[in-house]
């Protein structure tokens, strides 16, 4: 640090705010992911396979970039309930018979005979 900067000065605090520039908006996406879905079911439907598998693609990467985006700002409802899914919430969602802690079952707990 420069001398003159060494000394008893005001120290100031900055929050930088993430910017989000290139994000489409989360319920967009989800719509144009299942509009290709559409697409893609109605090409494989009329024979046009090569057709269908690029839209099907297209239709996997726009649900990516749907649960990326919601991960990262839930700004909507559908994209917030989502988020909270991804995230589990703190919920243990595992039926109890089927609860496992490192591949050894709980203690006490019995399976169902098959």
Known sequence: MPPHE???LPVQ????????????????????AAVALSVA???????????GLIALG????LVL???????RKPDGVVARSTADALDG????????PFA???GAL?????????
């Open 100 to 102: 496992q802690v490192n």
């Open 13 to 32: 605090y900055a929050r930088v705010e993430p910017r989000y520039y290139g994000i489409t908006p989360t319920t967009l996406v989800l719509v144009l």
């Open 6 to 8: 060494t000394g008893a």
């Open 41 to 51: 079911i109605v090409l494989f439907a009329i024979g046009h396979w090569p057709f």
């Open 89 to 96: 919430d703190g919920q243990n969602k595992i039926p109890k």
């Open 106 to 114: 709980e203690p006490g707990l019995k399976l169902p005979a098959l």
């Open 65 to 71: 970039v749907f649960l990326e985006g919601a991960r």
């Open 58 to 61: 297209a239709s996997l990467l």
